[in-house]
């Protein structure tokens, strides 16, 4: 059997592995999604190493073809990272709404408390009650 | 209502430097019981600082949030500011301030009803020039919604609506994103607050872009009948801000 790809392999896993390290230390990767791609990393540096891993986990799960066992795996992988992701960035897109909506709610209040210098001391709440026209058209 | 109740009109506008300080001076000139809120979202026009000038509160997104963001915003500040009514006026013309009588006179008539829904399709004065297809949507929805609610629903897409104190505070824990309207009866629906409609006037737009083209038309029908069918199985109650119930997986 041919050594140069087992080796390719381990060079290729074992780098992933440094890349995410040296992403983490410079606080690049949050922790959290660091062990995410640490794990990731570690598994294929595994089946790069123990040759016949990829073989016992293909009659484990009845996969004829080794290959096959690994393309599905990692296709299930990923898939579960990106349903992972699209979630995060949900999460992110309704927290960042969230803040642009208390940002501006804050500077129109702001911005009505610098017309009135003198109120700025005084509760916000009994200065709109006074600025507001009390005759209701109904 | 209430002598001295306070009452805000909730103006949504991106991009409607044409139109925004005529509805603004319109709203006024009809309802001077109504303080005037512009919510700018984000636009890149003179929207924010025409409607300043034109005697209106203004509450400026950063970025474009959509227009379920931007109506939101108003929720927050009338439930904030303490506002008893809200009346949502789009920015662009469409909505007539001087109806806004009648669907005060829809809440007064019934105490119970939480949001009056002004509908252009229960009007004898039918002037809504909407192409036929997107009316062909408006009564796809409006069907499906009036077998969801278990009561007619005209003009599920209207967002020419008045809100008393508890819709206010309901929408703004929660509005829907993109297309709201519809989402949005469906919530009420499912917090057993009631809706009625009545008959109002819509014109076509008056300046500036509709946030539908021909192309977002179908992606519209497709988005919303998800939404309302998530809307469905969405547990209950609301989540608190923060949470939209957005799948997580772990």
Known sequence: ?138 | MTFGARNLAIVPAFNEEATVATVIGRIREARPDFDVLVVDDGSFDDTAALAEQAGARVVRHTYNLGIGGAVQSGFLYAREQGYDHVVQVDGDGQHEPADIGRLFAAMDEDPTVDVVCGSRFLSADMRYPAPISRRTGIHVFAKLLSMLVEGRVSDPTSGFRLYNRRAISLFARDYPHDFPEVEAVLMLHHHRLRMREVPVRMYARGGGASSLNAGKSAYYMVKVLLALFIGLARRRPVPGPGDTGHAVAS
């Open chain 1, 1 to 138: 059997m041919d050594d140069r790809i087992q080796i390719l392999s381990i060079i290729g896993a074992a780098g992933l592995l440094l890349v995410v390290l040296e992403l983490v230390r410079r606080r690049a990767l949050l922790e959290r999604y660091a062990l995410l791609w640490l794990f990731s990393a570690l598994g294929l540096l595994v089946f790069a190493i123990w040759r016949d891993g990829l073989v016992v986990l293909a009659d484990a799960v009845g996969i004829a073809s080794p290959p096959n066992a690994l393309f599905t795996l990692a296709f299930g992988a990923i898939l579960v990272l990106l349903l992972h992701f699209s979630a995060a960035v949900s999460r992110l897109a309704d927290r960042s709404k969230l803040l642009t909506q208390r940002v501006a709610l804050m500077e129109e209040q702001l911005r009505r408390l610098r017309q009135q210098p003198d109120a700025s001391e005084s509760d916000d709440t009994t200065e709109q009650a006074e600025e507001l026209d009390p005759v209701s058209m109904r």
